[in-house]
């Protein structure tokens, strides 16, 4: 997808093969798109939408570590600034009224649309996450709590299943800090295996915003710091998504 991503951008704006400066024409105007601030992207991605699960909450598989830190950051989103982020079974089901650019559309008919990362549906089993975003300082933070169906080395998480991890927290991070929709790059380096079962935090920053690109940074480690696991760097591409046709 990346790959793919990468080639029908190149062709949307006529640009240069990579490396070299990357320029989308035409430039983005944010505040015709989304209105000019970030709390209106956030208000599109944080519907509060009845009948969705939203599955960034405490169930019986998380572990102490894991609702410790998540209860803090909850205290946090009612004085510092920060947004718990829902997760719902698809991205589609997070932003209403807009969609991915006509590029990127594709004709299926199946309906039963699903992240990767909430792809298993028993709980404990996969993907546990939940993601915070502060927009002032551009950063987040995720809680990821990997199970027993990500193993790689025995009783240890796959590197893979930290990696998406990775990328699905910088997802969310470059979208809601400035319009990021796909993933140029992403590089880590691995430090520690993870434990199944236990907590790592994963921190996002967004280093800076130049063009059409944004620069993020992630620094993977345990609850108490004592344990580095991953650093990892990533660019996005910047697009705007598209108002969605009257049915």
Known sequence: MIRRGSQVITRLGHTRALPGPFCVLPRLDVASVYSSSTDALISQFCLGKEGLKDYAVPNASWCPDMLSLYHEYLEKTKSDGWFKLPSFKSNREHIQGFQLPSAFKVTSDKKDWRNFTRG??????????????????????????????????????????????????YSKTAYLAGEGLFTLTLNI?????????SLAVLNVEVDKIEDQKLYLSCVTQSQDQQTLYAKSSSVFIRLPLEKESPQ
């Open 120 to 169: 298993i549906q028993v709980e404990g089993q996969g993907y546990e996450y939940v993601i915070f975003f502060q927009p002032t300082k551009k950063k987040s933070v995720c809680l990821f709590q990997p199970g027993p169906f990500l193993e790689g080395p025995p009783g240890f998480a796959h590197g893979g299943s930290l990696a998406a991890m990775m990328d699905e927290t």
């Open 189 to 197: 380096k691995f430090k520690h295996l993870i434990p199944v079962g």
